[in-house]
């Protein structure tokens, strides 16, 4: 049985060799997404595994939560005597102040911007830290500065050069040395800059305060033990942690980015495989129908039913390993790909070494494995059922067979589950699980019922064609005539052109909903943001006061975020701090209740801890159940766990203009967290001066700043929309693999499909067909297959995208926007894909020799 298998597979590989394509495809981006990982994690252990080099113990202020989103918090510097009280320790034999923080390297005027930070530190002589000295000497001195050797090749610096930092502060420093990062010439997408300690201090205006204390334990001082004497020594202010813990803790934080977009990438990955599925059940479908005879004559040689059903689930077996291995090896090259997609959206990666762990080779077999049995199971059934009487049959190609009654009462019942499980999940009654549930359910009764409703479908869809004459007439009833053939390969099809679809205006109505809502909220003149688009702001203090300082400009208002956790689910969410008395100012707030008067905690009758209130969102509001008076316990990394007072409720609008659904007051933020950036600056600018020439004299004075960007209204609600349109340009770009392989499955079923339908054909030209004729034939049941796909994709698409933005929230308003220009891409797509898909099978088929079709049983 074994050799016959691997016989019948080599005499088949041409007609399995798209499948085996299509497998790969799908195991590519697998594969791709789970290298891209495992690299990155590994890069980011052995990064922040590098930084404390020679440090036994790291000290830090003590905080609820280390990072949130992916963003480490910032915490409280350190005092002088806190150093000085822990090298008096017993066990310690060196303990050094280290100031860290963010500045940007400008040179001859234009700042160095790279895509990761720019770190700034004090320099630490070796062999303690992770900065081997390369060239130069150490910046022991003020107006010295030592930078990462990358950046000083990249941008051609050179020691003996001078340059600007920019940080809250700015100086002017002399290149006296090039250094590395461990054995690396510096970090990935990312410039580094070290300068003394008093320098630091200066730059991030942290006074006499820094960072961290680094700890060397003496010889023979076992790391955890000087650990508990020190905490003993600073009491529970203070967190004292092994070096690697905290270098774990930071890593952890840094993979958290890239584990949300690898659990994107496989989700878009599952979406290629269900796609190739089809692919994969059609084409042993085929195959099947097509062996009838020979399968028979098996059964009458005395092969069991079983040994049927192995033989067939044996070609599946060769077909998924070889699809598997052949998606590992190509998942390696996507995996570099993947990285530079992944990095235009702002996701520092590394460029190390590509890693391949045995999990991704045992991933990559089963996955392509897993698929093709699955999608095999069903022929290899039908195959075992085929009785010995079958080899007197004459032909064996397929024809018009009704669905059976149990597939169109499950499809049935799969539809009836679906319709309460959508509607409820785009009232926003149910949960996005329900909702998934719905739509999972919808795909399974089209699935089934796809080959009861596809004859008509076609024959509709196929009505102009009639047109073109014999050929349009042959083309329309040879789609209509085999449903399940013809429905498995739309349903391919028109899933990928749904997804694609699906993404395109859910992107379409967020930007819509987000540029609508900005420009009715905001009113103000101009905004101020950093260039760099840092996720809590990058606005250091002296922009404020250069703004406000500003002759033309009459108010400006500032915006800040930070993140918080839930304390009963450990959701973490950002909020939006704003200023009570100049926000009115430059928006068109819509409160629904309360006041923002009462943001600051001197206009509370009763606030825990002196905090002041909370303004939420109408939806939030709603969700929680909370009014005006009500508390809600949050947890900040800097003061733990506080009650904040809710105090207003805004619409939904106005919340998503200002970026979260909770909204505290400055000064309320202040005794919250130790972060000072602003995210923005809303300008309103005095009557009487252009907004033009504001503008610029406003870039003019912020120009000696780290890098900022001075938009109008309409330049600030586009560039909330960016972010969305890298997303769905990524996500879109992807997806049109699935659509390859939906083409593919259209190549397939067309060539094998006329191999089945070679006596036909013959007959056809025996009867005066020309070739062109059935090229054109072949050709046009091509292109019809794509238009009923392009069809049902559409519809699919644009419904699902509609019930996803109700479901969604009020948040979006419900507004579904379709993307004329995208469909019209979709539309394109399918068409291509229908010529292109019609080419080789019509070639092959004009290409027989009319008796030997004829003479084919």
């Given at each position: ?104 390297i400008t040179l001859h005027g234009t700042p160095i911007v790279p895509s990761g930070p720019s770190v700034l530190a004090s320099w630490t002589a070796p062999p303690v830290g992770p900065y081997p000295l390369r060239t130069g000497q150490a910046p022991e001195h003020l107006g010295e500065v030592v ?248 032909s064996t190609s397929e024809t018009a067979q009704p669905a059976s009654r149990a597939r169109k009462v499950v499809g049935l019942v799969a539809a009836v589950l679906a319709v309460p499980a959508v509607w409820f999940g785009a009232a926003g009654a149910g949960s996005l699980a329900v909702l998934a ?269 780290p890098p900022v960007e001075v938009r109008d209204q309409a330049a600030a609600a586009d560039a909330r929309t960016r972010a969305v349109d890298q997303i769905v340009g990524m996500v879109t770009a992807l997806l049109l693999f699935s659509v390859l392989i939906a083409m593919l499955g259209i190549i ?110």
């Amino acid at each position: 049985m074994l050799k016959l298998i691997w016989t019948q597979t080599l005499a088949r590989r041409g007609r399995l060799a798209m499948t085996v394509v299509a497998v790969a495809l799908g195991v590519t981006f697998v594969t791709g997404t789970l290298v891209l990982t495992d690299t990155s994690q590994r890069a980011f252990d052995a990064q922040f595994g590098q930084a404390v080099a020679g440090v036994d113990l790291t000290i830090r202020r003590a905080v609820a939560f280390d990072s949130a989103m992916g963003v480490e918090v910032q915490r409280e510097p350190l005092s002088p005597q806190i150093r000085d009280r822990v090298a008096a320790v017993p066990g310690v034999a060196e303990a050094r102040e280290q100031v860290n923080g963010s500045a940007l390297i400008t040179l001859h005027g234009t700042p160095i911007v790279p895509s990761g930070p720019s770190v700034l530190a004090s320099w630490t002589a070796p062999p303690v830290g992770p900065y081997p000295l390369r060239t130069g000497q150490a910046p022991e001195h003020l107006g010295e500065v030592v930078i990462d050797q990358a950046t000083a090749r990249s941008h051609h610096l050179a020691v003996g050069d001078r340059v600007q930092l920019r940080a809250e502060a700015t100086g002017t420093f002399t290149v006296v040395g090039l250094i590395g990062f461990g054995d690396r010439d510096g970090l990935p997408d990312s410039t580094l800059a070290l300068v003394d300690a008093r320098s630091a201090r200066h730059l991030l205006q942290l006074g006499h305060g820094s960072s961290e204390v680094d700890v060397v334990a003496a010889d023979g001082v076992a790391p955890t033990v000087l650990a508990e004497r020190i905490q003993h020594e600073l009491g529970n202010r203070y967190e004292v942690g092994l070096a690697r813990d905290t270098a774990a803790a930071s890593a952890a934080a840094a993979k958290t980015q890239v584990k949300y977009i690898a659990l994107a990438l496989l989700v878009l990955a599952g979406a290629a495989l269900l796609i190739g599925a089809f692919l994969i059940a059609n084409t042993f479908s085929i195959m099947v129908t097509q062996r009838l005879r020979e399968l028979a004559l098996l059964r009458a040689a005395g092969a069991t039913g079983r040994q049927v059903f192995a033989s067939v689930m044996g070609e599946a077996v060769v077909v998924g390993a070889a699809g598997g291995l052949l998606g590992l090896v190509a998942g390696v090259g996507a995996a570099l790909g993947l990285r530079a997609l992944v990095a235009n959206l702002g996701v520092t990666v590394t460029d190390s070494s590509l890693v391949i762990t045995g999990r991704t080779i045992l991933v990559a077999v089963t996955v392509g494995l897993g698929v093709t049995l699955l999608a095999a199971v069903g022929p290899a059934r039908r195959a075992a059922r085929v009785a010995p009487v079958a080899a007197l049959r004459e032909s064996t190609s397929e024809t018009a067979q009704p669905a059976s009654r149990a597939r169109k009462v499950v499809g049935l019942v799969a539809a009836v589950l679906a319709v309460p499980a959508v509607w409820f999940g785009a009232a926003g009654a149910g949960s996005l699980a329900v909702l998934a549930a719905g739509a999972a359910s919808l795909i399974v009764a089209l699935v089934l019922l796809g080959p009861a409703c596809v004859p008509a479908v076609a024959r509709f869809v196929g009505r102009p064609l009639t047109a073109a004459g014999v050929p349009g007439a042959l083309a329309r009833q040879s789609a209509a005539r085999a449903p399940r053939r013809t429905a498995a390969t739309v349903t391919a099809l028109a899933l990928s052109l749904a997804l694609v679809v699906l993404i395109a205006v859910v992107g379409a109505s967020i930007k819509t909903s987000m540029r609508d809502s900005y420009r009715e909220v905001v009113s103000a003149d101009l905004v101020v943001e950093s260039a760099r688009g840092e996720m809590l702001g990058g606005l250091v203090p002296a922009a404020y006061r250069t703004t406000a300082a500003l002759a033309e400009v009459d108010v400006v208002s500032r915006i800040r975020y930070g993140h918080w956790k839930d304390p009963h689910t450990g959701t973490v969410s950002a909020l939006t701090a704003i200023d009570p008395a100049t926000l009115p100012e430059v928006t068109n707030l819509d409160l629904v209740s309360g006041s923002l008067d009462r943001l600051e905690g001197n206009h509370l009758d009763s606030v825990s801890d002196g905090v002041g209130g909370l303004v939420l969102s109408e939806r939030v509001a709603s969700q929680r159940g909370l009014t005006v008076g009500d508390q809600l316990p949050m947890r900040f990394a800097r003061v733990g766990t506080r009650p904040l007072v809710v105090v207003g409720v805004i619409s939904d609008s106005a919340a998503q203009a200002l970026g979260t659904d909770f909204l505290v007051s400055l000064a309320t933020y202040d005794q919250l967290y130790t972060e000072r950036m602003d995210a923005s600056l809303l300008v309103k600018v005095s009557a009487g001066s252009s907004v033009g020439a504001a503008a610029h004299d406003l870039e003019t004075a912020l120009s000696r700043l780290p890098p900022v960007e001075v938009r109008d209204q309409a330049a600030a609600a586009d560039a909330r929309t960016r972010a969305v349109d890298q997303i769905v340009g990524m996500v879109t770009a992807l997806l049109l693999f699935s659509v390859l392989i939906a083409m593919l499955g259209i190549i397939n079923t067309l060539a094998l499909s006329i191999l089945e339908r070679t006596r036909e054909i013959g007959l056809l030209r025996a009867v005066g067909m020309t070739r062109r004729q059935l090229r054109s034939a072949i050709r046009a049941e091509a292109i019809l297959t794509s238009a009923v796909g392009l069809v049902v994709g559409l519809v699919l698409g644009v419904g699902f995208a509609a019930v996803a933005l109700s479901a969604a929230g009020q948040g979006l308003g419900g507004a579904v926007s379709v993307p004329v220009g995208v469909l019209a891409m979709v539309t394109s797509i399918a068409t291509v894909v229908g010529l292109v898909a019609g080419i080789l099978p019509a070639r092959r088929a004009a290409r027989m020799e009319v008796l030997a079709a004829i003479a084919d049983t």
